[in-house]
């Protein structure tokens, strides 16, 4: 029986850097020009290693999800996901049809009273930034901005009383 090879592509997602990986199922990979012997083992204690060439990496899944992946390796953690060429560039196209919306629009996650409005038009806040003081259950909860942005609309002021999902705050995404 032949062996056929398999083209993937791997995707860094902090650097989002590709790498074309071909797979000639025998042991072999190609990357990058090179040609490199991987075996991949897990020991009866339950350790996954990673044969390339002649080193060996101590290699542990973190987390996956489809194809997404998060990796320890050797006390590294790496992030990727793993593509074929078409779905490659699918994923290209689709990206560069879809225009990323930079209007936030800040929603109310539960029921409560509005304490304290700590910003106004205009105002620029970072992540982390603390936007809204909202009491619910006699509990006061701190509305953090989640990106650095331009306070566009401030649609609630202080002792109005909201309902989940009431829009409270428009903000435009700074990049």
């Known amino acids: 029986m032949q062996n056929k090879k398999k083209e993937l592509i791997l995707l860094n997602k902090?650097?989002?850097?590709?790498?074309?990986?071909?797979?000639?199922?025998?042991?072999?990979?190609?990357?990058?020009?090179?040609?490199?012997?991987?075996?991949?083992?897990?020991?009866?204690?339950?350790i996954s290693l990673m044969h390339v060439d002649d080193k060996c990496?101590?290699?542990e899944i973190v987390n996956f999800h489809q194809n997404e992946y998060?990796?320890?390796?050797?006390?590294?953690?790496y992030s990727f996901s793993v593509e074929t060429p078409f779905s490659y560039e699918r994923k290209k196209i689709l990206q560069s049809k879809s225009t990323e919306s930079t209007l936030i629009k800040l929603k109310s996650p539960m029921p409560g009273k509005i304490l304290e409005v700590m910003v106004k038009p205009g105002d620029t806040v970072k992540k982390g930034d603390t936007l809204i003081i909202l009491e619910s259950m006699k509990m006061q909860n701190a509305?953090?901005?989640?990106?650095?942005?331009?306070?566009?609309?401030?649609?609630?002021?202080?002792?109005?009383?909201?309902?989940?999902?009431d829009l409270l705050i428009e903000m435009e995404k700074e990049s």
């Open 70 to 77: 998060e990796i320890l390796m050797n006390g590294v953690t």
């Open 143 to 165: 509305i953090l901005a989640s990106t650095k942005a331009i306070i566009k609309k401030v649609m609630i002021k202080e002792g109005d009383n909201t309902s989940k999902d």
């Open 57 to 59: 990496y101590h290699l």
């Open 14 to 46: 902090e650097n989002d850097n590709e790498y074309k990986i071909t797979n000639f199922g025998d042991g072999k990979i190609e990357c990058g020009g090179q040609t490199y012997h991987c075996l991949f083992e897990r020991t009866e204690d339950g």
